[in-house]
């Protein structure tokens, strides 16, 4: 366990045990205490009997729970600090108490924070890109209470899912243009991480926005009295939330379509191929015939081609007018040209992109 109290408004950060960090949160000055609890462990960690794994029931009868060793002795925070903890937001008393997820990199953690007048409590097992950037800018940002730090903290979390969000958009976007111009199969497998990493924002972030978003609408009806800069940073926050939400269902919706345009392409490859069978079939169908008629073994067929000119006459002659008129047919009554070059018409192409980029802007303009 890693223990570091913050000095605010200087921002001075200081290493410490719990029970210095349990004195300084008795005090009246206002902290904030950054609790590292280690690598967070694995669900049914450790043998139980017969070699089976045992469930995880939490903390160990003789080990004190998190909130007590912090000097607090409401019984509603026992829950801060215990692993796989599900996303809430409570309220007792002055004292707010959330789990806040945060994307650190490719993965998502679950951050605890417990806010009072004059303190702020953070709780994560390993270390978490957005806390230390967090905890670096205090000095030059400066909140005046520990309402304003809170919010600054969730606004650095939201922003964090909000670029994410923004940027596998844009990754899209390029995979989507890239299978246009030359489909590969990569193209496949990053359009197929990029599904993944829209499901994983989405299924992250969608409890805590309906939980913020609950709280939120509840604090503001019971508490009228609420400073106008508390409702400020109220209607930031949601408006944020609200933002991400939008960003993360955009990614989805992109994704879809990229999924979409893939299958597309893979139909007409499909179809390219059984338009060339066509035209073998075409081509060698009445060749085949042909053979096949005049290979009979009939006294007739025997009699009529005895001669030379009779064999070129109708054995070549008749094969060259079916090879003529099927060949016709091919390259004149149908899209000769995209079937000769094996990809689409240039022309056609970038009309394909038009419309789905028109229709691009028709989901924008409508959602």
């Known amino acids: 366990m890693i223990v570091s109290v913050v000095s605010m408004p200087e921002g001075v950060?200081?290493?410490?045990?719990?029970?210095?960090?349990?004195?300084?949160?008795?005090?009246?000055?206002?902290?904030?205490?950054?609790?590292?609890?280690?690598?967070?462990?694995?669900?049914?960690?450790?043998?139980?009997?017969?070699?089976?794994p045992e469930p995880d029931e939490g903390p160990e009868p003789d080990e004190e729970p998190l909130f007590r060793g912090l000097g607090l002795d409401d019984e509603s925070w026992e829950w801060l600090g215990r692993p796989r903890e599900p996303v809430r937001i409570e309220y007792r008393e002055g004292t707010v108490g959330c789990v806040v997820p945060v994307l650190d990199g490719s993965r998502v953690v679950h951050v605890h924070l417990l806010a009072g007048e004059q303190y702020l409590v953070m709780v994560h097992h390993g270390p978490v890109e957005v806390i230390e950037t967090f905890v670096g800018r205090l000095p030059q940002d400066k909140p005046a209470d520990a309402a304003a730090t809170v919010f600054l903290l969730l606004h650095g979390a939201l922003e964090g899912f909000r670029?994410?969000?923004?940027?596998?958009?844009?990754?899209?976007?390029?995979v989507e243009e890239a299978m246009f111009e030359q489909w590969e199969p990569r193209d496949v497998h990053r359009l197929a991480q990029?599904?993944?990493?829209?499901?994983?924002?989405?299924?992250?972030?969608?409890p805590y926005a309906a939980v913020a978003q609950e709280f939120l609408a509840r604090r503001g009806?019971?508490?009228?009295?609420?400073?106008?800069?508390?409702?400020?940073?109220?209607?930031?926050?949601?408006?944020?939330?609200?933002?991400?939400?939008?960003?993360i269902e955009s990614l989805r919706d992109e994704t879809r379509r990229a999924a979409d345009s893939y299958a597309s392409l893979v139909a007409d490859r499909q179809n390219l191929v059984i338009n060339r069978l066509a035209i073998v079939s075409v081509i060698f169908?009445?060749?085949?015939?042909?053979?096949?008629?005049?290979?009979?073994?009939?006294?007739?067929?025997?009699?009529?081609?005895?001669?030379?000119?009779?064999?070129?006459?109708?054995?070549?002659?008749l094969q060259l007018c079916a090879l003529v008129v099927a060949m016709y047919f091919v390259l004149y009554r149908t899209h000769w040209r995209q079937l000769r070059?094996?990809?689409?018409?240039?022309?056609?192409?970038?009309?394909?992109?038009?419309?789905?980029?028109?229709?691009?802007?028709?989901?924008?303009?409508?959602?």
């Open 13 to 52: 950060v200081t290493r410490t045990d719990l029970s210095g960090a349990r004195e300084r949160l008795a005090a009246s000055d206002f902290v904030i205490v950054d609790i590292d609890l280690g690598e967070e462990p694995e669900p049914g960690e450790g043998p139980g009997p017969g070699g089976e």
């Open 341 to 367: 070059g094996g990809e689409p018409d240039d022309t056609a192409d970038r009309r394909r992109r038009r419309l789905l980029r028109a229709g691009r802007r028709a989901d924008d303009e409508g959602s």
């Open 163 to 174: 670029r994410a969000a923004s940027q596998a958009l844009l990754e899209v976007e390029d």
């Open 221 to 247: 009806l019971a508490h009228r009295e609420i400073p106008e800069e508390r409702r400020a940073l109220h209607r930031l926050h949601e408006s944020t939330v609200r933002l991400v939400v939008l960003e």
């Open 194 to 206: 990029l599904r993944r990493r829209a499901a994983q924002l989405h299924r992250a972030f969608r």
């Open 285 to 317: 169908l009445p060749l085949s015939f042909l053979t096949g008629f005049f290979g009979m073994n009939f006294g007739f067929m025997s009699t009529l081609m005895a001669s030379e000119k009779a064999f070129l006459a109708l054995g070549l002659g």
